[in-house]
């Protein structure tokens, strides 16, 4: 008998990307596949308070998976989980070996005797139990002892060790294996479950595997097809069966476990985003919890620096929860970044006095029409001002950034350019200027109220009004395609709509268009020279 268990929680894990929606033939096709690979554990899903959807991996009782196993197998342990206090056992069955065997229960820092007794009322009407330690890097040696000493008294099937917020290293596994060996009864089996914020999942996985090995004791090992989990993702079953076929004799049949990806997970790779980036690696860095890293990338598009200013500002315990009304006002505090303005602000006002302006936004079209563009400049001798973004076919009076990607974008790809046109910042690229800069606070140039209410060519015209201007000319304010290289004059400027709602986008941009035509103070008039979708 092998001293090792392959656990895939696709279903479960997966379940926050799609929030549980995965659909009939996915549940049943995955289940049928993974048994059929000889995964030794799967999690179907999660126990919830609430009525069963057909389609959907949360369950309110376990009949409700009975008609998604196709063959309900003996060598095979079929298991949900539940949080520790969101669910009510009280609605729990007793066991029937239909359909679920074994219930795995999450519990925080600091909760693990709660979780216990919820795990003695699900032991009592038949079920095997697991226990999930949420975020083990964060207890202390003694508070591990006291986590084992429990355990020991309850003698669950297995305790996991949980990188929460994928921020473990070697040296930490093997801290907190080594209590846990050394404290918990050897008939406790030591489980691992990793997050790939560090792109360290896998190989973290391993080591795990080489010691439990070398402690001859018996470990279960969490993964997901393609890694599929919120955020960066966990250890991939692809890699964690091959590697234990390779070195441990793990018997798994890796066929299913390839027909399992290309016929079922296809769909969610093309549909849905996990997996390792330089957000969830912040999250990895200052174990954060990865709802923080979603509210700054849904809410405001956040940069990876800002990101990474913002998380470090927080308390050790504000990063391990979410509150979203702390983090605005910690987005707000990193980005208002005040400064004395009030001489740029005469100095441009008195600049762009009766001058005609022309505003040249990164829109294809200043490629498209550039023609017509060069006609104007020539018959109106404007001042021109790049918006975000340099393209070195125009020359420019002025560059006006909102972004800090853009910005360092231009000052290493145009340097030349870059360095010697004077420059508009906003505050929150920058607070002390240098050679050929003015820095303009950023609350005069935004207004908050859209998801994206920092779009460059909105924040120049909100300037241009408060510098008491009349009339503005505007190129290159295209409006955006589907394709991002049908959109941009330069195809290799940072992106910053990472979601690819390019429609959406659109509407929200017309929206705050009008709301600036509706307010504005001084600018009366606003003349396309290009083709533009808002032009309304």
């Known amino acids: ?25 996915a549940i049943k096709g995955i289940i049928k596949k993974m048994q059929d690979a000889g995964a030794d554990i799967i999690e179907c899903g999660w126990l919830k308070d609430k009525e069963h959807e057909e389609g959907s991996s949360f369950y309110h009782i376990p009949s409700d998976l009975e008609q998604y196993l196709i063959e309900k197998r003996n060598d095979v342990l079929y ?51 697991f226990f999930q330690a949420a975020n083990t890097l964060a207890y202390s040696d003694t508070e591990l002892i006291d986590l084992a000493n429990c ?30 060996d050394r404290e918990l009864k050897t008939e406790i089996k030591i489980g691992f479950h990793a997050h790939n914020n560090q792109q360290l999942a896998f190989s973290l996985s391993a080591h795990f595997i080489e010691i439990m090995e070398s402690l001859g004791r018996s470990y279960v090992v969490d993964s997901t097809l393609c890694g599929m989990g919120r955020g960066a993702g966990n250890a991939t079953t692809e890699l964690v069966a091959s590697y234990l076929n390779r070195k441990h004799n793990g018997g798994y049949d890796l066929d299913c476990v390839m027909d399992a990806i290309d016929v079922y997970m296809q769909e969610f790779m093309e549909k849905y985003n996990w997996g390792y980036s330089t957000p969830y690696f912040i999250a990895g860095m200052y ?48 980005q208002d970044r005040l400064v004395d303005d009030e001489s740029g602000i005469r100095e441009l006002k008195k600049i762009f006095e009766d001058k005609e302006i022309l505003m040249l936004c990164p829109g294809r079209s200043l490629y498209d029409e550039k023609e017509i563009i060069e006609d104007f400049i020539k018959e109106h001798s404007p001042v021109v001002i790049g918006v975000n973004a340099i393209i070195p076919e125009y020359k420019y009076d002025y560059l006006f950034f909102v972004n800090h990607a853009r910005y360092e974008y231009a000052s290493q790809v145009h340097s030349l350019i870059f360095n010697n046109v004077e420059k508009i910042l906003l505050s929150n ?89 509706k307010s504005a103070k001084h600018i009366s008039k606003i003349s396309f020279i290009t083709d533009s979708i808002f032009d309304i």
């Not at 795990?119 to 139990?129: A, H, L, N, P």
Request: aromatic residues 10%; glycine residues 4%.
């Open 1 to 25: 008998m092998r001293s090792f268990s392959l656990l895939d929680c696709t279903l479960r894990d997966g379940a926050y990307i799609t929030d549980s929606r995965f659909g009939t033939p």
């Open 429 to 517: 690229i920058k607070t002390i200027k240098e050679n050929k800069e003015i820095i303009v606070n950023y609350n005069r140039a935004v207004k908050r109220g859209w998801e994206h209410f920092d779009n460059a060519a909105i924040c120049c015209l909100r300037l241009m009004d408060k510098l008491h201007l009349k009339s503005i000319n505007v190129a290159g304010f295209d409006g955006f395609k589907h394709q991002y290289n049908e959109s941009y004059a330069d195809t290799s400027l940072p992106s910053l709509n990472p979601d690819n709602k390019w429609d959406e986008l659109n509407d929200e941009i017309k929206d705050m268009f009008r709301d600036f035509k």
């Open 287 to 334: 174990q954060c919890h990865v709802n923080n890293i979603a509210y700054l990338l849904n809410n405001h598009r956040t940069n990876s620096k800002d990101m990474r200013n913002i998380i470090e500002s927080l308390s050790q315990e504000d990063r391990r929860k979410y509150d979203y009304d702390l983090l605005e006002e910690k987005y707000i505090e990193n």
């Open 151 to 180: 355990m020991n008294e309850f003698l669950p099937e297995s305790l996991s060790v949980v990188d929460t917020f994928g921020a473990m290293f070697e040296e930490d596994v093997d801290r907190i294996v080594d209590i846990l």
């Open 79 to 129: 298991a949900v989980m539940i949080d520790w206090d969101r669910y009510d056992v009280k609605n729990l069955p007793e066991y029937d070996g239909k359909s679920v065997d074994a219930i795995r229960v999450v519990f925080p820092l600091g909760k693990h005797r709660e979780g216990i007794l919820v795990g003695k009322e699900i032991r009592s009407k038949g079920y095997r139990v």
